[in-house]
């Protein structure tokens, strides 16, 4: 299978732990997002990487929240002293650089904070 | 600030029924308009797109306009099937340097037999 994989696909923690997200994109893809969705709301953009650089973040990316693309490959979401609202769908996509290119969502991780 | 606007499900079809699922926007200058669709324990896929004012996307049976003067790219089916049955996200992106996608809502769609 060549799609976007996310790893774990289910993560439960108790509130002030620090959890570590990983998306592998597909590998031509230079492109890579991370999304957040909550229940019954659409994703929402958080960060974006072309190869290795980060070149945006939403202002929903608080200061606990770091990504990273070492060698522009893989990808990890870590977030820190977790708070309950922090529940939610977190998804990965990418795609091709230019235009209004697909992005090729994964199947996303999805985070419980008791 | 740009957004997208979807009517509120969820929609309870029979069988070979009609579909419309409306989508409206807010954005400056000419962002790019996208339907996804999420089917039950799966992620997200495009469903079709519309790069410019006018343009038909379709698929699989699908259709939506990209209608500047209303700014709307309403989905519509003619003839759905119980496996169509899913959540249909309409998104707006821009391309260029980000391509960033701005979501609606979501629709739920439920086909019955």
């Known amino acids: 299978d060549t799609g976007v994989s996310q790893d774990p696909r289910h993560k439960i923690t108790k509130r002030g732990q620090n959890v570590t997200f990983r998306c592998d994109p597909i590998?031509?893809?230079?492109?890579l997002y991370w999304y957040r969705q909550t229940l019954g709301q659409g994703p929402e953009f958080l960060t974006y990487?072309?190869?290795?650089?980060?070149?945006?973040k939403s202002r929903l990316l608080s200061d606990r929240f770091s990504a990273e693309r070492p060698k522009g490959s893989f990808s990890t979401l870590e977030i820190q002293r977790t708070e309950q609202g922090d529940s939610a769908m977190y998804l990965c996509?990418?795609?091709?650089?230019?235009?209004?290119?697909?992005?090729?969502f994964g199947p996303g991780t999805r985070l419980t904070v008791l | 600030g740009n957004s997208v606007t979807q009517m509120e499900g969820p929609v309870t079809l029979s069988e070979e029924a009609f579909l419309t699922i409306n989508c409206t926007y807010t954005?400056?200058?000419?962002?790019?308009l996208f339907w996804y669709v999420q089917y039950p324990g799966e992620g997200l896929q495009l469903l079709l797109k519309?790069?410019?004012?006018?343009d038909k996307g379709s698929n699989k049976g699908f259709e939506a306009t990209y209608r500047k003067e209303t700014t709307s790219f309403h989905l519509e089916k003619g003839s759905v099937q119980v496996s169509d049955s899913a959540v249909y996200f309409c998104?707006?992106?821009?391309?260029?340097?980000?391509?960033?996608?701005?979501f609606g809502t979501g629709t739920l769609l439920a086909v019955q037999p």
């Open positions: 996509a990418s795609s091709l650089a230019g235009g209004a290119n697909e992005q090729f």
């Open positions: 590998s031509e893809h230079n492109r």
């Open positions: 990487f072309q190869n290795e650089a980060q070149l945006e």
């Open positions: 954005a400056t200058g000419y962002p790019s």
């Open positions: 519309a790069t410019k004012a006018d």
């Open positions: 998104a707006l992106s821009y391309g260029g340097a980000t391509n960033k996608l701005i």
